[in-house]
C-alpha cells in the first residue's frame, strides 16, 4: 500500500527497501502491479528492488516483454547485470528486451558529471526550455503528444530522474532500444538514408528520420541495408550554452504537463539531491 502515488518519494524508498528484505516470492509482481503509482524517481530503485531475486527478476523481465516497464527506466546496474548474467536464458531473453548496451567511457561519465552540475545550477526558465525542445528533441519525439516518433515517446519513458535523462542525452549509444537502431541504406542512384526502420516488407523499406521525413525507397533500388552501432539519436546536445541546456533538460524532466510544480520534494525526487 506504500507504494501508491499518493505517499512521498521517501517512503516509498523505505518500504521498497523493507521489501527487498521480507518480501516473498510474489512480491516481484505486487511491484510490478503497482509501477505507474512509483514516484518518478523511485522506479529506478523499483528496478533494482526487482533484480535482487530470480523470481523477482522473472517478473521484470516479463513487465519489460510487455512494456509495463520501459528498458530504459533501467538503472545501469540492472541493465548490465541482466545483459551479462550467467543464467544464459535470462541473459538471450534480457538481450532481446533491451537490445544493444554498451558501457559507457570516462570521457562520457566525466561529462555527465559536468552537465549534472550545469543543470543544478540556477532555476531553471520553463518557456525557454520549451522553445529549446521543440528545435532539439521534439523533431524525434514526442512528449504529452506534441513531437515526432522517430524516437521513444518521452511522456512515459526516459525521464524518471535526473540521471537517466543525462546518460540518454548525453550518451545515446549506450543503450540502443529494440526497435530503434538506426538502420544505413544505399541506393543505386547514390543516395545514403539512414533512420529508424518503420516498415520492411518484400516491395519496399520505410525509413523515419529526425523532422520528421519519411523515405520510401523500393527494395530494387537498394544497393545495401545494415544496422548502424551508433543510435539514431545523434550526440552533442551537451553543446548547448549551459543555461539553455539547463532549461531545456528541466523542461523535459518536468514539463508544467505534468502537472507536478517543482517543489523542493519535486526536486529531490528528480535529482536524489
Not at 522506479?43 to 516497464?69: H, K, M
Not at 521534439?138 to 519513458?157: M, N, R, S
Request: aromatic letters at 4%; hydrophobic letters at 35%; glycine letters at 10%.
Amino acid at each position: 500500500a506504500l507504494l501508491d502515488r499518493r505517499h512521498s518519494g521517501r517512503l516509498q524508498t523505505e518500504a521498497l527497501a523493507a521489501l527487498g528484505e521480507l518480501g516473498g516470492d510474489l512480491t516481484g509482481m505486487a511491484i510490478v502491479d503497482r509501477w505507474r503509482g512509483l514516484q518518478a524517481g523511485v522506479q529506478r530503485n523499483a528496478t533494482d528492488t526487482l533484480n535482487s531475486r530470480w523470481q523477482w527478476r522473472s517478473a521484470l523481465l516479463g513487465a519489460l516483454e510487455r512494456g509495463t516497464i520501459a528498458p530504459v527506466d533501467l538503472s545501469p546496474t540492472v541493465i548490465r547485470s541482466l545483459v551479462n548474467h550467467n543464467e544464459e536464458a535470462t541473459r538471450l531473453r534480457a538481450q532481446k528486451i533491451i537490445g544493444r548496451y554498451r558501457e559507457p567511457g570516462s570521457d562520457k561519465l566525466q561529462l555527465i558529471a559536468e552537465k549534472r552540475r550545469a543543470v543544478l545550477r540556477g532555476e531553471p526558465d520553463f518557456e525557454s526550455g520549451r522553445k529549446l525542445a521543440q528545435a532539439n528533441c521534439l523533431i524525434c519525439h514526442k512528449l504529452h503528444g506534441e513531437g515526432a516518433e522517430v524516437g521513444p515517446d518521452l511522456t512515459g519513458v526516459g525521464r524518471s530522474t535526473l540521471d537517466a535523462l543525462l546518460a540518454h542525452v548525453i550518451d545515446p549509444n549506450q543503450i540502443i532500444g529494440k526497435g530503434y537502431e538506426n538502420v544505413l541504406v544505399e541506393t543505386r542512384d547514390g543516395r545514403s538514408l539512414s533512420g529508424r526502420l518503420i516498415e520492411d516488407v518484400p516491395t519496399h523499406v520505410k525509413i523515419l528520420s529526425a523532422g520528421p521525413r519519411e523515405e520510401v525507397v523500393a527494395r530494387g533500388d537498394i544497393v545495401s541495408q545494415q544496422i548502424s552501432e551508433q543510435s539514431v539519436m545523434p550526440e552533442g546536445l551537451e553543446q548547448l550554452p549551459d543555461a539553455d541546456f539547463r532549461d531545456m533538460i528541466w523542461y523535459i524532466l518536468n514539463p508544467p504537463q505534468d502537472n507536478r510544480p517543482l517543489t523542493a520534494e519535486r526536486k529531490r525526487e528528480l535529482t536524489g539531491e
